[in-house]
């Protein structure tokens, strides 16, 4: 089984006799099993239909279980209905997680989902989508074998990864499907049939994928069945939680170019101070702050007004009182605001994260040159204040 939900080698009594009778309402694990095996033994289908009996919606589709127009076209298929607040229900949207109920899930004997239907349906599509089904029902081991054979058409390709996605999460899916993407030319990968999945795997930074998307975008644009934006927002959430989870900023600033940096997005620059803002929070990272401030900073051209943009952040980090990579950053960030414009509290904090770093020496200097263009004698005091404190570590 693809996704192996229970194991057990057991029959109810008298099932082949129940399963004529339409639908079966179950609850259990064993239940469900029973029914798998029986399907295994006389090489039917299973047809689940999975509802909520506290919604209206559920207590329409159980009564639609029960009609005749439909159960007569439905012979082929062991049919099962649970509701999803029992245990096989709870345990089944494990496994098959759905967006809305009830849905339909059409399996063959060997529990490969082969379609399903979410939301509330009606006969005439139950009957198409059960015979499409049949039709389909060794297709799925057929095309197993062409694939280890490297056989495969592109539309035997398509029809596999359809299956393959129902029944495997995103990682496994995500693995065929890139595979998939390598084989293709350019021109192929452009085509409405690939933009589907070319969307929803071709986001790893790790691939070229996120690349020639980008330098094709306006090609992309006019393929209807690309959505450059879902694409762009997925891709941004995959890497940047690949980024944080393994503390990467190497892969932060892929993340950063080409994918922010060659998108679309109006505001880059803004989005660009966000993500490294969020990756530092996330990881503490805290040195990646200097870089950040700096290329947000970069269009400002006020120097007066970028400078104190950095000696605010530069303050922010000396305020935490944490190590000494957030004094260093600290220190860069406000040597850098007076490289930008010279001003007394700027001299100041930098003199005051030297010291912090026992650079007394250097932070010996930097107060001197503060206290000589100091303004008022407050700031002389707070000067002298400062010198005090080096002199005594430089005695010590």
């Not at 095996?37 to 559920?58: C, H, P, T, W, Y």
């Amino acid at each position: 089984m693809t996704k192996p939900l229970f194991l057990v080698f057991f029959l109810f009594l008298n099932l082949s006799q129940a399963q004529d009778l339409g639908f079966q309402k179950i609850k259990t694990f064993e239940e469900y099993l029973a029914i798998l095996e029986n399907s295994q033994r006389n090489d039917k289908m299973v047809l689940i239909s999975l509802v909520d009996n506290n919604l209206e919606a559920g207590k329409m589709t159980s009564q639609l279980n029960n009609s005749d127009s439909l159960l007569s076209n439905l012979k082929h298929f062991n049919k099962i209905e649970f509701d999803v607040k029992s245990a096989i229900g709870a345990q089944w949207i494990q496994t098959f997680p759905v967006d809305s109920l009830p849905t339909y899930f059409f399996l063959t004997k060997d529990e490969i989902l082969l379609y399903e239907i979410q939301g509330f349906s009606n006969p005439k599509k139950i009957k198409s989508i059960a015979l499409e089904a049949r039709t389909k029902k060794i297709l799925y081991s057929t095309l197993n074998a062409k694939y280890a054979k490297g056989s495969l058409s592109l539309n035997e390709w398509l029809e596999l990864i359809r299956i393959h996605r129902l029944n495997f999460n995103f990682s496994q899916s995500m693995r065929l499907c890139i595979e998939f993407l390598n084989d293709l030319e350019n021109k192929e990968l452009l085509s409405p049939k690939v933009a589907p999945i070319l969307q929803t795997f071709g986001i790893s930074l790790e691939t070229k994928f996120p690349k020639f998307i980008l330098e094709n975008n306006q090609k992309l644009a006019t393929n209807q069945k690309f959505d450059y934006q879902k694409w762009f927002d997925h891709a941004y959430s995959y890497n940047l939680d690949r980024a944080i989870f393994n503390s990467d900023s190497i892969y932060l600033e892929k993340v950063i170019n080409p994918l922010i940096s060659k998108s679309k997005d109006e505001d880059k620059i803004s989005l660009i101070y966000s993500t490294r803002q969020l990756y530092i929070e996330k990881t503490g990272q805290v040195e990646l702050s200097y870089r950040a401030v700096l290329d947000w900073t970069e269009d400002m051209n006020d120097s007066v007004v970028r400078s104190r943009y950095l000696f605010d952040e530069a303050f922010k980090l000396a305020d935490l009182n944490a190590d000494s990579t957030t004094y260093k950053t600290a220190q860069r960030l406000a040597k850098s605001a007076s490289s930008f414009h010279e001003d007394f509290r700027y001299l100041m904090l930098e003199s005051y994260c030297e010291y912090k770093l026992k650079s007394f020496t250097n932070a010996k200097l930097l107060a001197t040159k503060a206290k000589g263009i100091s303004q008022s004698r407050k700031d002389e005091e707070k000067a002298d204040s400062l010198l005090r404190m080096i002199e005594i570590k430089l005695r010590s």
